[in-house]
C-alpha cells in the first residue's frame, strides 16, 4: 500500500527565513513523489515532483525536495520564504493500480504561514 | 500540462436536491479523476473516469450517490444526488499524464449544501 506521512499540520516561519515541510511515505514499489500547493480559493498547483531520477528536485518558486529511500522521506525547503509561499503544502504518492493509470494518495497537507 | 474548467466554481444548493459538476478540458485525455476535499482536509479520490466506459469507484463512494460521465475525451461530469450538508465540499477534477505520473487538477467547485 502507498501512503504519505505530513508530520506537520502546521509551519510558521517569519519572512526570508528558510523553510521546512516534511514528508514520509510508505511505498510497495519504487514510488514517484509530488509535493502540490493550493493557496485559498485556487486550484492545485504542482511544485514539484520525483521520479526516480536525480534524489535532489528543483521546483517552481525556489522551492526543492530531496528523496531519501534511506529515510523514505522527501522533504520541501526553500531558502527564504516569501509572503506569496502562505498557503496549503501537500504531499502526494502515485501509484498504478492492476486495472491500469495512476493513482494519487494525498498526505492530509501542511499550512504554512509566513510572518513579516 | 493541460487546462482544465470546472463549472459552476460554486453553489449553494438545498438538502435533497442534485448538482452536476462539469470538467472540461483543454486537450484529449484518456482518464479522468474526480476528488472531493473536505473542509480543512486533504483530497480524496471519488473515481476514475475512462471515456466509453463504466466510472471505478472507490471505497466508500458509489454510483448512485455520484454518478459521472464521460461522452468524450475531453468532457466529464459529476453529479453529486440526494444531498446532505456532510456533502458540502470542493470537488475537483484532474488529468493524468500517464508518462509522468502527475496530475492536473482545475481550479474545484466549491459547494455548500444548507
Redesign the interface.
Known sequence: AQSVTQLDSHVSVSEGTPVLLRCNYSSSYSP?L?W?VQHPN?????LL?Y?SAATLVKGINGFEAEFKKSETSFHLTKPSAHMSDAAEY?CVV?WAPP?G????T????TQLKVEL | SAVISQKPSRDICQRGTSLTIQCQVDSQVTMMFWYRQQPGQSLTLIATANQGSEATYESGFVIDKFPISRPNLTFSTLTVSNMSPEDSSIYLCSVGDHRAGEQYFGPGTRLTVT
Open positions: 514517484s509530488f502540490y485556487k486550484g492545485l498547483q504542482l515532483k521520479t501537500f502515485t486495472g493509470g495512476n493513482k494519487l494525498f498526505g492530509t497537507g
